[in-house]
């Protein structure tokens, strides 16, 4: 379940110096930028008294917890305890940091260790981010979902079609246009699809992504309609 690259975040949502918390199948991790424009994915979870990491502040390369002001660099090791200023931290006080890379505008993380990682997804340099969908259906249904709604085009017509294009990463192709979804199993029963255009902002960025951004609402409407169906078929 948590073999491969996992799509994480927009590359646009995590801004330098900006945190967020999310989901591998139940898990979670803090995603984080430092202010050279990094991004870090780690267990969200601070060694000392567990607080949540993405509740902290982040400060240029380092990231400090909310609760005590323990920082971290950007490997995850602890490098300064407030209460105890003149301490040399252990070297055994680190946060469990992932292989974090960049590619298609998505952030991506690999929870696996080094030797069983699959070389990481690399994509095209220009694409236009449309948004994050955060739903509550499993990745299943998700993507049933997604295969039986396909978007109409920005511009022209024709048929639309989806096709595998890496792990957890599925390419929406109409008539001129073409579409990354990147999917993240957040839990046993909620997923986030991550949606990019390939091409130029020249061409897209504006009404190309306010048109699929209009269809993902409709995609969450119609994916959380069938979750409701299948619990009230359930009980
Ligand atoms: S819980 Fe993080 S510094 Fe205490």
């Known amino acids: 379940m948590n073999k491969g690259w996992h799509p994480v975040a927009l590359s646009t949502s995590i801004e330098p110096g900006s945190s967020a ?22 267990e969200d979870r601070c060694p000392h008294r567990g607080m949540k990491l993405s509740f902290g502040f982040v400060r240029g390369d380092h990231i400090a917890c909310l609760y005590h002001g323990w920082q971290y660099d950007t490997t995850g090791r602890c490098r300064y305890i407030p209460a105890h200023p003149d301490l040399e931290v252990p070297a055994t006080i680190t946060v469990p940091a992932f ?11 690999n929870i696996e260790p080094e030797a069983h ?12 981010p449309v948004r994050s969908l955060y739903v509550d259906v499993d990745v299943h249904t998700l993507l049933d979902v997604l295969r039986a709604n396909l978007p109409l085009p920005f511009t022209g017509e024709g ?22 979804a990147g999917i993240q199993a957040l839990g046993e029963s909620r997923a986030a699809l991550h949606l990019v255009i390939e091409g ?6 504006g009404a190309g992504q ?16 069938r979750a409701t169906a299948t619990r009230a078929e359930a009980v």
Do not use: C, F, K
């Open 21 to 42: 918390g999310t989901h591998i199948h139940g898990r979670e991790y803090i995603v984080w930028r430092d202010n050279s424009g990094v991004a870090h994915v780690w």
């Open 99 to 109: 292989a974090a890379v960049e590619a298609m505008g998505m952030i991506w993380a």
């Open 210 to 225: 306010a048109h699929y951004l209009g269809w993902t609402t409709l995609l969450r409407q119609m994916a959380e309609s």
């Open 159 to 180: 048929e639309t079609s989806i096709a595998a294009a890496a792990e957890n990463l599925w390419r929406i192709s109409t008539t001129d246009e073409s579409l990354l």
């Open 117 to 128: 990682r699959s070389a990481p997804p690399v994509g095209p340099g220009q694409v236009v």
């Open 200 to 205: 130029p902002a020249s061409v897209y960025a």
